[in-house]
T-cell receptor, first 116, second 109 residues
Framework: GAVVSQHPSRVICKSGTSVKIECRSLDFQATTMFWYRQFPKKSLMLMATSNEGSKATYEQGVEKDKFLINHASLTLSTLTVTSAHPEDSSFYIC????????????FGPGTRLTVT | GQNIDQPTEMTATEGAIVQINCTYQTSGFNGLFWYQQHAGEAPTFLSYNVLDGLEEKGRFSSFLSRSKGYSYLLLKELQMKDSASYLCAVMDSNYQLIWGAGTKLIIKP
């Protein structure tokens, strides 16, 4: 099956610093990747849709300047949380869509971000 | 608006059967998914239904009625490792997943 990786799996950073999370599709080229955020005991919240070679599409209420998304290649998308604050602490999950198979999304293992 | 409803929490006994229901109202429909999520981990795919009826896959089955906007996930011969959250998600007309809040399933010995 398809594999999507995320790095790092856990990160602790100080308030005011920036953190970059990588999402890679390991065995297929993903033209579309998705970034989700999940609070404890809550469902996944779509933050943005990342399309290779173009700007990401952000969901309503998600700050573009705070959550920078770059889909630089067909196998890599990055999410940078800029000037992180404790309220940004969350579980961030990416998923990748296989081209031509719109109904399939493969999830990465997630990144636990803690901002102190 | 778009809405996915599923129970918050359910409890069942090891070896028994449990049915987790999901009702939905979305703009467009391109299939309904069930995912399993253990605490601190990403969701893993369980099933996909796009036509009415029952899809069986081992101990897990998923049912869909599009006219009723209703689905259920049936888990048989429950094992302790089935303790997890089960997420219902519908793919809308834009091929985006709309997620339910998840059902936490607690299995007791």
């Amino acid at each position: 099956g398809a594999v999507v990786s995320q790095h790092p799996s856990r990160v602790i950073c100080k308030s005011g610093t920036s953190v970059k999370i990588e999402c890679r599709s390991l065995d297929f080229q993903a033209t579309t990747m998705f970034w989700y955020r999940q609070f404890p005991k809550k469902s996944l919240m779509l933050m943005a849709t990342s399309n290779e070679g173009s700007k990401a599409t952000y969901e309503q209420g998600v700050e573009k300047d705070k959550f920078l998304i770059n889909h630089a290649s067909l196998t890599l998308s990055t999410l940078t949380v800029t000037s992180a604050h404790p309220e940004d602490s969350s579980f961030y999950i990416c998923s990748a869509r296989r081209p031509g198979r719109d109904y399939e999304q493969y999830f990465g293992p997630g990144t636990r971000l803690t901002v102190t | 608006g778009q809405n996915i409803d599923q129970p918050t929490e359910m409890t069942a006994t090891e070896g028994a059967i449990v049915q987790i229901n999901c009702t939905y109202q979305t703009s467009g429909f391109n299939g309904l998914f069930w995912y399993q999520q253990h605490a601190g981990e990403a969701p893993t795919f369980l099933s996909y239904n796009v036509l009415d009826g029952l899809e069986e896959k081992g101990r897990f089955s998923s049912f869909l009625s599009r006219s009723k906007g209703y689905s259920y996930l049936l888990l048989k011969e429950l094992q302790m490792k089935d303790s997890a959250s089960y997420l219902c998600a519908v793919m809308d007309s834009n091929y985006q997943l709309i997620w339910g809040a998840g059902t936490k399933l607690i299995i007791k010995p």
